[in-house]
């Protein structure tokens, strides 16, 4: 049997799934992951499988009924009804985006066209099927849009952090096309009624995110003895948040949240880059006693900042605590020695990653998927 039969047939053997777009990322991954683990309701993963987008980190549930994928891209304006029509999910979770600050200073367009003209083809989508509903289907169904604290711009050392009511200032175009997709998604609520909720949060850490991040970067640069580069002065401050902790806090926004609310999501754990990355290289000394490249601190190098670098993000998550009950779990040296000692335990995956041998993966598994998908289409 091939993928492809396995992947419909799955979608028949249960109902209500959600759709999850961007799943095969690092945030959607471990969304999809801890969501299949905790006995939810079937998925269906929408993913383009751009750069950032690896299969491998789902392999633990594709043989798993209650998961069905579809390589695709959120822009295609017949696919993505289709796929509603098809699988008459219960909730959007919508988590495809271009993400990295850098790739965004130096290439926009991908970042404006999956950002906003993806986001605004599944609202589209998305409010056709919600008008079709009747009943509970109605009533309970849930667009919910997750997003940046980076649209809110940046903070100066004392300033309070950023709450939802924040006016938006975005500095970077990633953050600016990511600004723009949450008033699609603000202005379908009021002018259509589509029942959305958008979530920002602030910086994810965790397992099987892409080695282009600060904390992966490191972990990966410093087992080879490679320089970390450690922007500017360092001193840029970040919140950040376990990605298992995220994946929580998105579950109880999806099933408590209130539609055409902003919960800000953050981990109340603001670091320099500079500490983040020294206490990286202290874990390593200790967990990796062997290495030939201890201290790893003595690979520390500053190179030259980047243009519009924000100098602080910091997430008032007050809303979500006293409203839903949500708290995060994982203090951040709990949270990252979990992450190192993933990243230490998962070589293989790291090695697929770093060599873009994935690629190579993706491509023999999901060669003649997009033929696939438009004749799922079709039927």
Partial sequence: MSFNQKSEENAETRTAP????????????NFVLDWLATGNSPIVNLDKL??????????????????????????????VPRLLEKHRPRAIVHFAAESHVD??????????????????????????????????????????????????????????????????????PYAASKAASDHLVRAWVH?????????????????????????????????????????GDGQQVRDWLFVLDHCR???????????????????????????????????????VPASPHKPHAQLITYVQDRPGHDRRYAIDARKIQGDLNWFPEE???????????????????VEHVTSGAYQHWVTQNYSGRE?????????
């Fill in 371 to 379: 033929a696939a998908v438009s004749a799922e289409g079709a039927r």
């Fill in 191 to 231: 002018t259509y009624g589509l029942p959305a909720i958008i979530t920002n949060c602030s910086n994810n850490y965790g397992p099987y995110q892409f080695p282009e991040k600060l904390i992966p970067l490191m972990i990966a640069n410093a087992l080879k003895g490679k320089p970390l580069p450690v922007y």
């Fill in 331 to 349: 203090s951040f040296e709990t949270g990252l020695r979990k992450t190192v000692e993933w990243y230490l335990a998962n070589a293989t995956w």
């Fill in 18 to 29: 959600i759709l999850v777009t961007g799943g095969a990322g690092f945030i959607g991954s």
């Fill in 50 to 79: 751009t750069y950032a987008g690896n299969p491998e980190n789902l392999a633990a549930v594709e043989d798993n009924p209650g998961y069905t994928f579809v390589q695709g891209d959120i822009c295609d304006a017949k696919l």
């Fill in 249 to 287: 806090a998105l579950r109880t926004v999806l099933n408590q949240g209130r539609i055409g609310e902003t919960y800000n999501i953050g981990g109340n754990n603001q670091r320099a880059n500079l500490d983040v990355v020294h206490t990286l290289c202290a874990l390593l000394d200790e967990l």
């Fill in 103 to 172: 790739r965004s200073i130096h290439g926009p367009e991908a970042f404006l066209r999956t950002n906003i003209d993806g986001t605004f083809t599944l609202l589209q989508a998305a409010r056709t099927y919600y008008a079709s509903l009747t009943g509970e289907e109605r009533e309970h169904f849930r667009f919910l849009h997750v997003s940046t604290d980076e649209v809110y711009g940046t903070l100066a050392p004392n300033d309070p952090a950023f709450h939802e009511d924040t006016p938006y200032s975005p500095n970077s």
